[in-house]
């Protein structure tokens, strides 16, 4: 299987009522965002997907949380904004964007520090 990954960070804010501590007030994270695309089969350029058009996609993704507060968004009405939660949004709008031609599988890891990620895919 051929896969292509695209990184960008995104500084946005959130808070998670249901934890005490500092996470429970809101906060900024300076989130790697990382977008993953497989498939088993290349187009006829040799490619699986254009990363341009998958950068300019997942830009598009992340610029409506950059610097917002993400409890307050719709996409978090019913879900807190984990980063599980977070890689399941990016996922969705991602996957509703690109030509799914030769893609089989999107991937979002979202990377909270170095040694923290969680991630979606299907």
């Known amino acids: 299987m051929f896969s292509v990954t695209l990184g960008r960070t995104l500084a946005t804010r959130h808070f998670l009522p ?63 904004p984990s980063m599980e939660n977070i890689a399941q949004v990016i996922w969705m709008k991602l996957a509703a964007d690109i030509d799914r031609s030769c893609v089989e599988r999107i991937k979002i890891t979202i990377w909270e520090a170095d040694n923290v990620s969680a991630s979606y895919e299907q």
């Open 18 to 80: 249901h934890l005490e501590g500092p996470e429970k007030e809101v906060h900024v994270h300076r989130y790697k965002v990382e977008a993953t695309v497989m498939g088993d089969h290349l187009d006829k350029c040799g490619f699986l997907i254009n990363v341009d058009l998958v950068a300019f996609s997942l830009e598009k993704a992340l610029e409506r949380f950059e610097g917002a507060i993400l409890n307050e968004m719709p996409e978090f009405r019913d879900a807190a």
